[in-house]
C-alpha cells in the first residue's frame, strides 16, 4: 500500500505560482509513474503532469506546457507541482496518483491505483 498526501493550495491571484508537495509513504518502491492531476466541477480529471520514478522523465499536458513544472526530491518520497503564471482556468482540487504497472507515464486516471485527497487551488481573476 501507498499513501499520498498533498498539499501547498490556496488562494492565489492570476499571475501568481504556488507550489504543490506529494507526500508518499508506505511501499513507495512499488511505484513507477506519479502523476499530478486536477479535477474542476463538471469536468473530468485530467493528468497535468507526470513523472517516472525511476528515469525521471516528466510530461506535461499541452494546457501548462511552459508554467508548471513536476519534479522529485532525491529520495524519491516527495514530488512536487511548481506552477507559475496561474490562470483562473487552472482552478481545480489538484491530486497525486501512483501507477505500480506501467514504466509509461499513462493519462487514464484508470492507471493510477493510489490516490491522494487532493488540495484546492483556487485562481482569482
Known amino acids: 500500500q501507498v499513501q499520498f498526501v498533498e498539499s501547498g493550495g490556496g488562494l492565489v491571484q492570476a499571475g501568481g505560482s504556488l507550489r504543490l508537495s506529494c507526500a508518499a509513504s508506505g511501499s513507495t518502491s512499488s511505484i513507477n509513474v506519479i502523476g499530478w492531476y486536477r479535477q474542476a466541477p463538471g469536468k473530468q480529471r485530467e493528468l497535468v503532469a507526470g513523472i517516472s520514478s525511476k528515469s525521471g522523465l516528466t510530461i506535461n499536458a499541452d494546457s501548462v506546457k511552459g508554467r508548471f513544472t513536476i519534479s522529485r526530491d532525491n529520495a524519491k518520497t516527495t514530488v512536487y507541482l511548481q506552477m507559475n503564471n496561474l490562470k483562473p482556468e487552472d482552478t481545480a482540487v489538484y491530486l497525486c496518483?501512483?501507477?505500480?504497472?506501467?514504466?509509461?507515464?499513462?493519462?487514464?486516471?484508470?492507471?493510477?491505483?493510489?490516490w491522494g485527497q487532493g488540495t484546492q487551488v483556487t485562481v482569482s481573476s
Open positions: 496518483a501512483g501507477d505500480p504497472h506501467s514504466y509509461i507515464i499513462m493519462k487514464y486516471p484508470t492507471n493510477y491505483v493510489y
